[in-house]
């Protein structure tokens, strides 16, 4: 009951738009979930507000791996009135292309090629405190952590492509998504931290010059997934924008969920 309905893409960048027409009459406010190689919770969606339905765009969707998509609905009180049913997609893509995008601008997203070398060897953080008990050396190791210090080396084919990749990268917080399997233990969304030299003459020079390719070193440590809510929905300037007067837009649109579900310039 209250399956959503899926509508996936894999350009402009891989995403998934999930619809619910319908929900317990009582719900308030829902949480939806996207279960993939893990389960999380789709960003912008944790406590959001649904009257009679609900609409997102799952712009962190990963790509060639199946994907199931259902929310927890709540009333006004913040009491569970339980799980809507399932629905199940896959975004069809290329398997040797890494998508790289800014988690917090999610169209800001670009599709390369991976370096032979991408995600070649993996190491997790631990702590390890070592004591004297009686005269022997013994050893407490705490929880794994994230993986540090991965090699994310890409390939771009024109100058454009390193333009954008610098636009990307330099900032603190930067997705990875690929397809499954394409490296062990990879997971198919990998959020980091980077250090890169794309602005190396090295690289650049090779465009300047009549070169086809480049592959661009780039390292980075894993950071945990943005949950934050609010950061999928669509600016309400763009409704003010599109529409300049509330006739207008109730003319455009016969309810509230048509708003939300087609907003305007997406």
């Known amino acids: ?51 009679g339905g609900y609409t997102t765009r799952d712009l962190w969707a990963p790509h060639s791996i199946e994907l199931t998509y259902f929310a927890d609905m709540f009333d006004d009180n913040g009491f569970k009135l339980g799980r809507t049913g399932q629905a199940t997609t896959t975004v069809w893509g290329e398997r040797n292309v890494v998508w790289v995008s800014d988690p917090y601008d999610p169209e800001n997203a670009i599709a390369v090629e991976m370096a032979d070398t991408f995600a070649g060897s993996l190491a997790k953080a631990r702590s390890v405190e070592r004591h004297n008990v009686g005269g022997r050396i013994v050893a407490l190791a705490g929880p794994d952590g994230l993986y540090e210090g991965v090699d994310l080396s890409l390939k771009a084919d024109t100058q454009e492509q390193v333009d954008a990749l610098v636009s990307i990268l330099d900032g603190s917080f930067v997705l990875f998504r690929v397809a499954p399997f394409v490296r062990p233990a990879f ?20 465009f300047q010059f009549g070169g086809t390719s480049a592959e661009l070193a780039v390292k980075g440590d894993q950071l945990s997934p943005i949950t934050e809510a609010g950061m999928a929905g669509v600016p309400w300037q763009r409704y003010i924008d599109a529409f300049p007067t509330w006739q207008d837009m109730i003319d455009a649109y016969p309810t509230w969920l048509d708003a939300i579900r087609n907003p305007p310039g997406v």
């Open 187 to 206: 997971p198919t969304l990998f959020y980091a931290s980077v250090q890169h030299n794309l602005m190396d003459s090295e690289h650049l020079g090779g």
């Open 1 to 51: 009951m209250f399956e959503p309905v899926l509508e996936a893409s894999y350009l402009p960048s891989p995403r998934v738009k999930v619809t619910f027409e319908s929900l317990h009459p009582d719900t308030a406010t829902v949480t939806v979930w996207r279960a993939a190689d893990v389960l999380a919770e789709v960003p912008g969606t944790v406590g959001a507000f649904a009257a």
